[in-house]
């Protein structure tokens, strides 16, 4: 057997894409920069040269009328992939991403679906300050009807887009410009579709439940192994998809553990973090051993200066910090 | 018969809609002013031009972090319409803002340190490159955003306008200049806000730093019309002209013209103002859409060169006084330099503040909160942490 194939993450999300323009022809690409320049992080590298201009196409920098072009073409039973070279610039797409492709089949009474995925990065990307630092989980997963996923590792982001654009509802898809150079195994072809709705535990542990999704898994992960030289045995347990939200695998881990934290990249205040914290409350009422504590970023506007951005954001450090407290070992 | 109500004798609302009357042709003095002030302008753009070089090597050192977008090759248009408002007349741009920020008369120092996040800077290093904001100098910022200013700045001369003519009872004095890239001519908010210029008479000027390019897409591939972007705002109602870019008289004598005709009349103008960024986009851009010619071609007219010619040409400077003024300015622009690596990171508490005015009750300082568990200092916005605080 050869040895295990290594790409990139940018890589892992433009195989995800072409293989799956390659099995359908309704599948498109849309967005800015996507084809001429391969993509302003060049996640779309190489692919105009394959699937000509018609099929992966440079728009103006119009959000609102780009993404909603791609929601009438969705309604019309074609299967666009809208890239936002940011989630931060897909605000002034507000209306059709939010107000449109997710409320379609409902208004319509069951008659018309929207399968699209918006796609692009998360997060803040490195002092790129207040409006380009948007994690727009927090906001974006409070609409039903769309689903959401946030891969973590490459080849999650490829199983996870594939099965995105063959979803038949609109998928918001959120990628993270400081993970596209990250490297790691992900198979050819179909053998990877990884089902939506299930959560993948990267580190068994028996102290504490760390829940999250995104680029913080690897903070967490890196927190695990901290806690570990002192003896506290962390068990970290990756989402991948917030709608839907796996509950089941953060509670049985929860039963086991007695204690919980969740980290989340967006802000506290009604966020996807505060949901799973509520369910866990909830479901394991009997079995914790502390209230659920969570990691968040901080309640305030993203700022450029590199040391208040640093204090900003969730880290290994105020993950230890947590399950210290939540463990009782602070 | 008619039905409708009589109108009562003022009929006139103070933000009517435009009624069409027809722009007086205008016709630019193109008078030369003298040497004192084309010395400034040419002192004002090296001044940009040394700043933006040392942005470049900054953020290769890695003291300039997120997003950097230079101005080297549109210095004239900054200073030459600067140079055609009156310093009431409220500013704003997109992000690649630093040139105007310098020509409004931010100080080096204050420019460069935000660009570094230190507290010395603009915004107290939480804004960064995209966002510089400077009240004194009523310039309004830079928005990250593209077209995220245009109606901001529509909201801002509406503002004057409003002060001068609902509060003051007189006539509008002032002028809003909007600038924006030739990339956000394809976003609805800046059509939504010509639309409203059009409409209330709000003395707006839309300024297109057409250079040509947004990212990787030239003009041509991106925007309808770009042989004449003129006939986009005509459809608003709104008077519309072309500026040359490259040489800070030819701007500064058009743009002269267009604002005093917008401050006279309280109506909007839109201006295809043609310039060329010689750089990429941002730091990270190697420029494969275009060619090394066409980048000569555009760089052979560049606008400081053009001006000293012009004023060694006329006698209004000395090949020695002009070299003396690119010392001086790059010993201003080390300066800053220096300044900004010595001010310091901003405090750790900074992060909590400036985020409300008031925030729920009294503000109580910035004080860094602990993790867990609140502190005496948390400013009182934060989530509480501590049950035991809910009591
Ligand atoms: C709404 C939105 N979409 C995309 C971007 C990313 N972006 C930043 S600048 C830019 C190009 C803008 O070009 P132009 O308006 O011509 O200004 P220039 O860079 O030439 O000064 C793009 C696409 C953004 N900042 N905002
Ligand atoms: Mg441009």
Same mark, same amino acid.
């Given at each position: ?9 940018? &890589? !892992? ?10 099995? $359908?022809?309704?599948? *498109? +690409?849309?967005? @800015? ?122 080849? &999650? !982001? ?10 038949? $509802?609109?998928?918001? *898809? +959120?990628?993270? @410009? ?123 506007? !993203? ?28 | ?391």
């Amino acid at each position: 057997m050869s040895a295990l194939r290594e790409i990139e993450y940018r &890589d !892992a999300l433009r195989e995800a894409m072409a293989e799956e323009m390659r099995r $359908d022809k309704r599948v *498109f +690409l849309l967005g @800015e920069e996507v084809a001429e320049y391969n993509g302003a992080y060049k996640v779309s590298k190489g692919m105009l040269e394959e699937f000509g201009a018609s099929r992966i196409i440079d728009t103006p920098i119009s959000e609102s009328g780009f993404a909603g072009m791609a929601i009438g073409a969705a309604m019309q039973g074609l299967r666009p992939i809208v890239e936002f070279m940011s989630w931060s610039f897909s605000l002034v797409a507000a209306d059709p991403i939010l107000n449109n492709a997710p409320k379609m089949l409902y208004m319509s009474g069951g008659q018309f679906g929207c399968p699209i995925v918006f796609r692009g990065n998360d997060g803040a990307g490195g002092q790129l300050g207040s409006t380009h630092s948007w994690c727009v989980e927090g906001m974006y997963s409070n609409v039903p009807g769309l689903k959401m996923a946030i891969p973590s590792t490459p080849d &999650d !982001a490829k199983g996870l887009l594939k099965t995105a654009i063959r979803d038949d $509802d609109p998928v918001f *898809f +959120l990628e993270s @410009e400081r993970m596209l150079g990250m490297k790691g195994h992900v198979p050819e072809g179909d053998e990877i579709l990884v089902p939506f709705g299930k959560a993948r535990t990267r580190r068994e542990g028996t102290d504490c439940t760390i829940a999250t999704w995104g680029r913080p898994v690897h903070f967490a992960l890196e927190a695990a192994e901290a806690l570990a030289k002192d003896g506290i045995s962390c068990e970290v347990i990756d989402m991948r998809t917030i709608r839907p939200l796996d509950v089941g695998s953060v509670v049985r881990s929860v039963k086991k553990t007695s204690t919980c934290v969740v980290v989340d990249q967006s802000w506290s205040f009604g966020s996807p973090g505060s949901e799973l914290a509520s369910q866990v409350h909830r479901h394991c009422f009997d079995d914790l051993d502390n209230y659920v504590h969570r990691v968040h970023t901080a309640d305030v506007p !993203a700022p450029y200066a590199f040391n208040l951005e640093q204090e900003y954001l969730p880290n290994a450090r105020k993950i230890c910090e947590a399950v210290r407290a939540a463990t009782y070992n602070a | 018969m008619n039905t409708m109500s009589t109108p009562s004798t003022d009929t006139r609302r103070l933000f009517d809609v435009h009624r069409g009357e027809a722009a007086p042709r205008i016709a630019p003095d193109r008078s030369v002013p003298p040497a004192a002030t084309l010395k400034k302008w040419l002192r004002d753009m090296m001044l940009i031009r040394e700043f933006e070089v040392r942005c470049m090597q900054a953020y290769q050192d890695k003291k300039i972090g997120g997003f950097c977008h230079v101005y080297i090759g549109q210095e004239a248009v900054a200073v030459g319409c600067v140079a055609a408002m009156k310093h009431e007349d409220p500013l704003v741009t997109a992000y690649r803002d630093h040139g105007h920020a310098l020509a409004r008369g931010m100080s080096a120092r204050a420019c460069m340190a935000e660009m570094f996040g230190r507290v010395d800077g603009c915004a107290k290093g939480k804004g960064g490159s995209m966002h510089m904001f400077d009240k004194p100098n009523n310039m309004f910022g830079g928005h990250g955003i593209v077209g995220a200013q245009t109606p901001l700045g529509l909201g801002l001369a509406f503002a004057t306008k409003y002060e001068d003519e609902v509060m003051r009872g007189g006539k509008n004095t002032r002028v809003t200049l909007c600038f924006l890239g030739d990339g956000a001519l394809n976003q609805g908010a800046l059509h939504e806000a010509m639309n409203l210029a059009g409409l209330m008479n709000i003395p707006v000027v839309f300024v297109v730093e057409n250079n040509g390019y947004s990212m990787g897409t030239s003009i041509h591939r991106g925007t309808t019309m770009a042989h004449d972007l003129k006939s986009k705002a005509i459809g608003y109602g709104i008077d519309a002209a072309v500026v040359e870019g490259m040489d800070v008289l030819e701007t500064y004598h058009g743009m002269k013209a267009v604002i005093d005709d917008a401050r006279a009349r309280s109506r909007p103008w839109f201006i295809d103002l043609r310039c060329y960024r010689y750089k990429g986009h941002s730091m990270s851009d190697p420029r494969k859409y275009r060619t090394r010619d066409e980048e000569e071609a555009w760089e052979a007219g560049d606008p400081i060169g053009t001006l000293e010619s012009f004023m060694l040409e006329k006698g209004m400077i000395t090949a020695d006084e002009s070299k003396e003024m690119l010392k001086g300015v790059k010993a201003e622009v080390r300066d800053c330099v220096a300044f900004a690596d010595a001010s310091p990171v901003p405090a750790d508490g900074e992060l909590y503040t400036d985020v409300y005015m008031e925030p729920w009750g009294p503000y109580p300082g910035s004080s860094k909160p602990s993790m867990m568990g609140g502190g005496e200092n948390t400013p009182s916005f934060r989530a509480i942490e501590r049950s035991e605080d809910l009591l």
